[in-house]
Structure formats: C-alpha cells, structure tokens
C-alpha cells in the first residue's frame, strides 16, 4: 500500500468510528424536539420548537460538512436557503418550504441507523487491518457522496455553479489562445523574422557585388553566401523550436513519456523525468501537459537559478496530476498577467486546477490536476 494513502485510510476509520457519538446526539436531538414540536402546534408553542428543531439540524448539517471536510477530504458547500421571513410564523413556513431543511432533517434521521453500521465497520477495520485498507474508504466515500447529495447544494444550484465554471472556463480558454497568440506573434517578429531579414539583406548585397562583376569581390560575396546560409539555418531552428512549443509530433505520435522524454533532453539544466500515464489520457489533456511542463521548465531554466529540475506525471481514473519541482531560489508566485497565471488559465481550459508553492529559497513545486473526464 503506498505510504501516501495511509493517512487517507486512518482518518476515514477514525471517522467511521468517532462520528458514533454525533450520530446518537443527532439523532435523539432532532427527532425528540420534532415530535414534541409537532405535538404541541395546536398550543403555539409547537411553533417554536418546531423552529428550534430545524435550527438544530441546520446546525449539525454545518458541523458535519466541515467534519466529512477534514477526515474524509470532500468538500460540501452549503447549500442555498430561502430568506426568512420577519416575524416568527413567516420563518417557520419559509423553513418548511425550503428544500434544504428537509433534507437536513433527513439526514439527521439518518445518522442513528448509518452511523452504527460505520461504527461497526470501523471497529472491525481495527480488528482487520486488510479489511479497513480495502472496505474503510470505500465506505468513506459513500458516505461522502451521501452528504454531499443531502447537505450540499440543491440541484439547481449545482447546475448554475457548474454554467459558471463553464463560463469562467471559456473565457479563461479565449485568454490563454489570444496570449499564446501573441507569443507567436513575438517569437516569429523577433527571433525567425529578423533571421530572414538578415538572410535576405545579405544575398541582395551579395547580388549587387556580382552584378559589379569584379574579382576582387569573390571573397566578399562568399562571405555574405555565408553569412545568409548560416542565418537561415539559424532561422529554420528558431521555427522548429516554435512548432514543437506549440504542438510535438512525437507527442501526437508516441505520446507523453516520449515527449517529455525529448524535450527535457534540449533543456539547459539536469531534469528527471517520470511518466505513468496507462491508458493515454484524451489528446487536450496530453497538449495541456505538454505546455505546461515546456513552459515552467523554460522558465526554470531562465529565472530560477536552478540546475536541476524533476518532472512527474501519474493518472488514475479521472485526473491526469502534473508535478515540476526545482531546486531554484524560490519566491515565484501566481501573479494577474504574469507566466503562471498564464498556466493556470490554459489549466482552466479543461476543468484542471494549477497549485504553486514556492517558498523564498525554494524548492518550487508547480502541479496541475487535470481531468480526463469533463
């Protein structure tokens, strides 16, 4: 088992196993104040119990995101209420006709009956350590998706966040191609350009001498045939360089480990490089790798200070993670406009994420998760 999930076990069997006691507290908390509530409506005073019952589950829905957040890892926003009323009555009917509270309500009925099963299971992943690696997270996760499905957000809610994320993802999409446009642009106007320029300044000055017709000039003119062959094999590099930063061919054709095998070859610096990526990840998620390693590496060799660099790339199911480490002098930093944000942009594309820590006087850990699934 490797050593990086055992954390991620331990915490999903001591939550198995410590969330008992919230379960019973929950559980004897909610039902005993709804059904008093309930018993005394006719009385008025039902009302307010009625109230303080949901108040209750509302309050242990917010302590169980933030608990299934810290040992289970999931993240459960808080879904979106209903606004209240003024006075009392108008809240208690704002509360019954929210959808939220009832699935709250639901939850907190649930987690008797649940938590016993979780605490049993726990126990017994104790007891059977292969049973707990194996069983405890996935039964962890169950109970994650089955928090997130009651106490995160509604439908609806979930639909307008995920039209957002799509939004901000083209316009982070649009951004990026206009910024890589304009390196091009840069890259061929200062570098291939002017090499061609040069090329065919020196031929026509090289025509002119022979046009003179004058002995004389034969070393001249070879010096100037010279010059204009040596820039244009200058120039036909420049825009090999410029074609594989944009796309490699071995890349399309023999996929990520012989690419990054390749291009950390030209690098400047030492650079390891380990790629486990079975099966081929969609050809947007190879692309997206590929430009980012090129440039952080690029980078690296530029600004860093480094002399070695490593790169890693693994998969499982659903993501694709990316991770560049040097040993530079650190301080780098996601800044509006600047290289890395730029990454994090083409990141944005495809629903991927990218983190940098960088601490001054390094190392500097550059990662990108990126879904092969969206």
């Known amino acids: 088992m490797p050593v990086t999930q055992r954390p991620r076990v331990v915490r999903t069997i001591g939550f198995l196993i410590a ?60 879904p979106r209420r209903l606004p209240h009323g003024a006075g009392l009555l108008q809240t208690w009917q704002m509360r019954l006709l929210d959808p939220a509270t009832w699935r709250e309500l639901i939850y907190a009925l649930l987690a008797l009956p649940l938590g016993i099963v979780e605490f049993v299971a726990g126990i017994v992943s104790v007891a059977v350590p292969p ?5 405890a997270p996935r039964i962890g996760a169950l109970h994650g998706a089955l928090t997130l499905s009651l106490l995160g957000p509604g439908r609806t809610a979930q639909l307008e966040a995920r039209t957002r994320q799509l939004k901000d993802s083209r316009a982070r999409g649009v951004d990026a191609v206009e910024a890589e446009r304009k ?5 061929l106007h200062d570098g291939a350009q002017q090499r061609l320029v040069a090329v065919a300044m020196s031929l026509g000055r090289a025509q002119l001498k022979l046009d003179v017709n004058d002995p004389a000039d034969t070393a001249a003119v070879r010096e100037l045939v010279g010059a204009a062959h040596a820039d244009a094999k200058l120039a036909v590099s420049e825009l090999r360089d410029l074609a594989r930063g944009i ?12 690419a990054l095998s390749a291009l950390t070859a030209r690098m400047p610096i030492h650079v390891d490089v380990e790629v486990t990526v079975e099966p081929r990840p969609p050809a947007p998620v190879e692309t997206t790798t590929y430009f980012i390693v090129s440039e952080t590496l690029t980078n690296i060799a530029k600004h860093a200070g480094a002399d070695r660099a490593s790169v890693r790339v693994t998969r499982d199911d659903d993501t694709v993670v990316v991770e560049i480490i040097d040993n530079g002098h650190g301080g780098a930093s996601v800044r509006p406009g600047g290289g890395l944000a730029g990454l994090a942009d083409r990141a944005g594309t495809i629903d991927g994420v990218l983190t940098v820590v960088s601490p001054v006087g390094g190392p500097t850990v550059v990662r990108a998760d990126l879904p092969v699934r969206w």
């Open 131 to 135: 049973f707990g690696i194996f069983v």
């Open 247 to 258: 796309y490699s061919p071995v890349l399309q054709d023999r996929g990520l480990d012989a």
């Open 19 to 78: 969330s008992f006691p919230l379960r019973i507290a929950a559980f004897v908390l909610v039902l005993a104040t709804t059904i008093l509530g309930i018993a005394t409506t006719m009385l008025w005073i039902g009302i307010p119990i009625l109230i303080t019952a949901t108040s209750v589950a509302g309050g242990l829905a917010d302590l169980e995101r933030r608990w299934v957040s810290t040992m289970l890892g999931v993240d459960v926003p808080a």
């Open 183 to 187: 390196r091009i642009e840069r890259d």
